[in-house]
């Protein structure tokens, strides 16, 4: 199959929709990253997304909307939370899990009762929805086990010949996927997936918002999971990722100047002096910049030919937390401390 590379006009998002419509799978660009979408609804559109990512069947697909009204589409029951929380940060990149409607298949929700429900605020995204009249189910459109594509470029990377299109929307500007939550009960905030919407973000709005345990730990591979997502290793690059938690910038460099050699990176803050004989890319000072950057450098460090890349930890509050729970599982949660 040749993938069409399309663009941000409205004769390119126009055939997107149609597309999408037959049934064809279109990646998209969206504020968080790049999806892989199809039309939620139909059965043998979505199995053909799972064909191409390489993904386990039962990790569900968020399903992306253009309006707050076409919730009820999708989700059989809406508690008055998610309202308020629709209302405070949609369109964004916030994923609500809630029980579904029969137009959602199984193949979607992968096996399970409840669906993810997003609704983007990429202007190309929403456009796209609204053109198809689809709710569409996309995951972020890399191949199982790759950092999600921030860029067009990065989805012909992974996806080039597997899909019909490709629609090009520029980097995205959030840089990690969505912040994905559900309700324990009626005034209980569950983070399944940290995102650049953090915990403190959603404090107002519930008397209790908690974050997983598995956002910080490893898990054992049969442990019952919220959110199946968590079982699987994710967004890492081919090369080896080692976070070193040191107590300053100093124990850091000297450590990866004992360690270094053919191959040997480093991912530094961009306050970070250079350290000698050791090539480094830089991710930014701010968690959001932190998260802008994380999946374009790793995806640049293979590019580059690294095979070691020592990372400066990042803070573990507000959105960095995002960016700390990407490089855990880069790094297989395995950590260099100092
Ligand atoms: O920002 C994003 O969320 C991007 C863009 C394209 O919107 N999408 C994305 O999708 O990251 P994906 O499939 O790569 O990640 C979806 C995550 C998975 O960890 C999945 O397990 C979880 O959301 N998820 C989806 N539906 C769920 C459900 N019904 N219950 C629990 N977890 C769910
Ligand atoms: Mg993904």
């Known amino acids: 199959m040749r993938t069409e590379f399309l663009h941000d006009t409205p004769e390119d998002i126009a055939r ?11 990646a998209f660009p969206t504020e968080t990253v790049y999806g892989l979408g199809a039309d939620a609804r139909r059965e043998d559109s979505v199995r053909a997304v ?3 990512k390489g993904r386990p069947a039962d990790n ?7 309006e707050i009204s076409q919730i009820g ?9 998610a309202l308020r929380l629709a209302d405070a940060f949609w369109p964004g990149p916030l994923t609500m899990v809630l029980p579904k409607r029969d137009c959602i298949p199984m193949v979607t929700s992968g096996g399970l009762d409840t669906v993810g429900i ?25 191949r199982s086990g790759k950092p999600s594509p921030t860029t067009a470029r990065h989805v012909m990377d992974d996806m080039d010949g597997r899909i019909a299109a490709v629609l090009d929307g520029g980097l995205c500007e959030v840089g990690v996927e969505s912040t994905v939550i559900c309700f324990d009960d009626a005034d209980t905030i569950h983070i399944l997936r940290p995102g650049l919407i953090s915990k403190e973000d959603l404090e107002p709005y519930a008397s209790r918002v908690y974050v997983d345990k598995a956002i910080y730990e490893q898990i054992a591979p049969d442990a019952k999971v919220a959110s199946p997502g ?11 990722i080692l976070p070193i938690d040191a107590p300053d910038f100093e ?48 995806r640049e460090l293979d590019e580059a030919g690294a095979k070691t890349v020592y990372v400066r930890m990042p803070r573990q509050d507000g959105a960095d937390l995002s960016v ?3 490089l855990m599982r880069a790094a297989g949660f395995e950590v260099i401390r100092i």
């Open 50 to 52: 799972f064909a191409a």
């Open 251 to 298: 124990s850091f460099a000297a450590y990866v100047q004992a360690h270094s050699g053919e191959g040997v990176y480093c991912l530094l803050f961009d306050a970070d002096p250079e350290i000698p004989g050791v090539p480094a890319m830089r991710y930014g000072d701010s968690g959001a910049q932190q998260a802008h950057f994380l999946f374009l450098r790793f």
């Open 16 to 26: 997107a929709a149609s597309l999408l419509q037959n049934g064809e799978l279109v």
């Open 73 to 81: 589409d999708i989700a059989a029951e809406i508690p008055e939370i």
């Open 118 to 142: 997003r609704m983007p605020s990429h202007p190309v995204a929403r456009a796209l929805i609204r053109e198809s009249g689809c709710p569409i189910a996309a995951p972020s459109a890399n």
């Open 60 to 66: 569900p697909l968020i399903v992306h909307i253009a």
């Open 324 to 326: 700390y729970n990407r």
């Open 230 to 240: 968590m079982k699987y290793k994710h967004y890492s690059p081919d090369a080896k």
